[in-house]
Protein backbone atom coordinates (compact mmCIF):
# COMPACT_ATOMS: atom_id res chain seq x y z
CA UNK A 1 0.00 0.00 0.00
CA UNK A 2 1.42 3.34 -1.16
CA UNK A 3 1.66 6.06 1.89
CA UNK A 4 3.13 3.30 4.22
CA UNK A 5 6.71 3.51 5.63
CA UNK A 6 7.96 1.08 8.23
CA UNK A 7 11.15 -0.02 9.37
CA UNK A 8 13.24 -0.88 12.75
CA UNK A 9 16.49 0.25 14.40
CA UNK A 10 18.01 -1.96 16.77
CA UNK A 11 20.77 -0.64 19.48
CA UNK A 12 21.98 -1.90 22.93
CA UNK A 13 22.03 0.48 25.47
CA UNK A 14 24.32 0.22 28.83
CA UNK A 15 21.65 0.20 31.36
CA UNK A 16 19.21 -2.27 32.92
CA UNK A 17 16.17 -2.53 31.05
CA UNK A 18 13.61 -0.97 33.47
CA UNK A 19 15.44 1.80 33.62
CA UNK A 20 15.13 2.13 29.69
CA UNK A 21 11.70 1.54 29.87
CA UNK A 22 11.66 4.00 32.42
CA UNK A 23 13.59 6.72 30.66
CA UNK A 24 10.89 6.06 27.26
CA UNK A 25 8.26 6.02 29.34
CA UNK A 26 8.97 9.57 31.14
CA UNK A 27 7.25 11.90 28.87
CA UNK A 28 7.73 15.01 29.78
CA UNK A 29 11.33 13.91 30.79
CA UNK A 30 12.14 13.54 27.54
CA UNK A 31 13.47 16.88 27.21
CA UNK A 32 16.61 15.89 29.42
CA UNK A 33 18.05 13.31 27.15
CA UNK A 34 16.66 14.56 23.58
CA UNK A 35 19.46 16.13 21.79
CA UNK A 36 18.65 20.48 21.20
CA UNK A 37 19.58 20.47 17.51
CA UNK A 38 19.19 17.50 14.45
CA UNK A 39 15.85 16.73 15.73
CA UNK A 40 12.45 17.67 14.74
CA UNK A 41 11.11 17.40 18.24
CA UNK A 42 11.46 20.81 20.42
CA UNK A 43 9.13 19.58 23.55
CA UNK A 44 6.79 17.04 24.71
CA UNK A 45 4.26 17.29 27.26
CA UNK A 46 2.19 14.81 28.63
CA UNK A 47 -1.54 16.05 28.56
CA UNK A 48 -3.50 13.77 30.53
CA UNK A 49 -3.23 13.34 34.71
CA UNK A 50 -1.68 10.54 36.06
CA UNK A 51 0.86 8.12 35.75
CA UNK A 52 1.76 7.38 32.09
CA UNK A 53 -0.14 3.89 30.87
CA UNK A 54 -2.06 2.74 27.89
CA UNK A 55 -4.40 5.94 27.18
CA UNK A 56 -1.91 8.91 28.17
CA UNK A 57 -2.35 11.79 25.98
CA UNK A 58 1.07 14.09 24.87
CA UNK A 59 1.34 16.28 22.47
CA UNK A 60 4.47 17.05 20.58
CA UNK A 61 6.02 20.37 19.79
CA UNK A 62 7.76 20.09 16.64
CA UNK A 63 9.54 22.47 14.36
CA UNK A 64 6.75 22.16 11.83
CA UNK A 65 4.16 22.77 14.31
CA UNK A 66 1.85 20.53 16.96
CA UNK A 67 0.83 16.72 16.68
CA UNK A 68 -1.16 15.21 19.85
CA UNK A 69 -0.83 11.33 20.38
CA UNK A 70 -1.37 8.76 23.15
CA UNK A 71 0.07 5.71 24.50
CA UNK A 72 -1.47 2.55 22.82
CA UNK A 73 0.85 -0.28 24.13
CA UNK A 74 2.66 0.01 27.84
CA UNK A 75 4.07 -3.57 28.93
CA UNK A 76 6.66 -2.66 31.59
CA UNK A 77 9.53 -3.05 31.49
CA UNK A 78 9.48 -4.46 27.64
CA UNK A 79 7.15 -2.87 25.37
CA UNK A 80 5.86 1.03 24.67
CA UNK A 81 4.28 1.97 21.42
CA UNK A 82 3.33 5.69 21.33
CA UNK A 83 0.49 6.85 17.95
CA UNK A 84 0.81 10.63 17.10
CA UNK A 85 -1.38 12.18 14.30
CA UNK A 86 -1.09 15.37 12.31
CA UNK A 87 -5.19 16.12 11.12
CA UNK A 88 -6.11 19.07 8.76
CA UNK A 89 -8.36 22.21 10.75
CA UNK A 90 -11.49 19.72 9.58
CA UNK A 91 -10.24 17.03 11.79
CA UNK A 92 -8.83 14.76 8.65
CA UNK A 93 -5.89 13.04 9.45
CA UNK A 94 -3.00 13.71 6.81
CA UNK A 95 -0.52 11.75 8.79
CA UNK A 96 0.00 9.56 11.49
CA UNK A 97 2.85 7.39 13.09
CA UNK A 98 3.45 4.48 15.68
CA UNK A 99 6.61 4.73 17.48
CA UNK A 100 7.16 1.57 19.57
CA UNK A 101 9.70 0.21 22.00
CA UNK A 102 10.47 -3.31 22.53
CA UNK A 103 12.83 -4.12 24.53
CA UNK A 104 14.94 -7.36 25.57
CA UNK A 105 17.67 -7.58 28.71
CA UNK A 106 20.79 -8.34 27.17
CA UNK A 107 23.01 -8.78 30.42
CA UNK A 108 22.55 -7.27 33.70
CA UNK A 109 23.16 -3.67 32.55
CA UNK A 110 22.57 -3.89 28.84
CA UNK A 111 19.33 -3.71 27.10
CA UNK A 112 18.60 -4.32 23.21
CA UNK A 113 16.16 -1.87 22.00
CA UNK A 114 14.05 -2.34 19.01
CA UNK A 115 12.83 0.52 17.86
CA UNK A 116 9.96 0.13 15.34
CA UNK A 117 8.57 2.67 13.17
CA UNK A 118 5.24 2.58 11.20
CA UNK A 119 4.05 5.68 9.60
CA UNK A 120 1.15 6.21 7.05
CA UNK A 121 0.13 9.41 4.50
CA UNK A 122 -3.19 10.31 3.25
CA UNK A 123 -4.55 11.66 0.57
CA UNK A 124 -2.39 13.94 -1.16
CA UNK A 125 0.06 13.55 1.82
CA UNK A 126 0.78 9.83 0.25
CA UNK A 127 2.66 11.98 -2.39
CA UNK A 128 5.41 13.31 0.04
CA UNK A 129 6.23 9.57 1.08
CA UNK A 130 9.96 9.27 0.05
CA UNK A 131 10.32 12.81 1.88
CA UNK A 132 8.58 11.20 4.57
CA UNK A 133 10.27 8.03 5.05
CA UNK A 134 13.80 9.90 4.88
CA UNK A 135 12.57 12.41 7.58
CA UNK A 136 11.11 9.48 9.47
CA UNK A 137 14.27 7.20 9.21
CA UNK A 138 16.70 10.12 10.58
CA UNK A 139 14.26 11.36 13.08
CA UNK A 140 13.68 7.60 14.68
CA UNK A 141 17.68 7.71 14.43
CA UNK A 142 18.42 10.98 16.21
CA UNK A 143 15.76 8.96 18.93
CA UNK A 144 17.49 5.80 19.89
CA UNK A 145 20.85 7.20 19.24
CA UNK A 146 20.28 9.90 22.04
CA UNK A 147 18.65 7.16 24.13
CA UNK A 148 21.85 5.20 23.87
CA UNK A 149 23.62 8.31 24.80
CA UNK A 150 22.08 9.16 26.97
CA UNK A 151 23.04 6.21 29.48
CA UNK A 152 26.76 6.35 28.12
CA UNK A 153 26.94 9.62 29.95
CA UNK A 154 26.07 7.98 33.21
CA UNK A 155 28.46 5.27 32.84
Do not use: C, N
Amino acid sequence: MGGVIEFELVRTVDAQIGEVFERLADIDGYKDWMPKRGSLLRHTKQTSPGPVGVGTTYVDQMSAGTSPGEVIEFDSPTTLVFHWWDASSRGKVKVEGWPGYRLEASGPRTTIVRHHARMAAYGIHRLMTPLYRRMALRERTVVIEALQRSFARLA
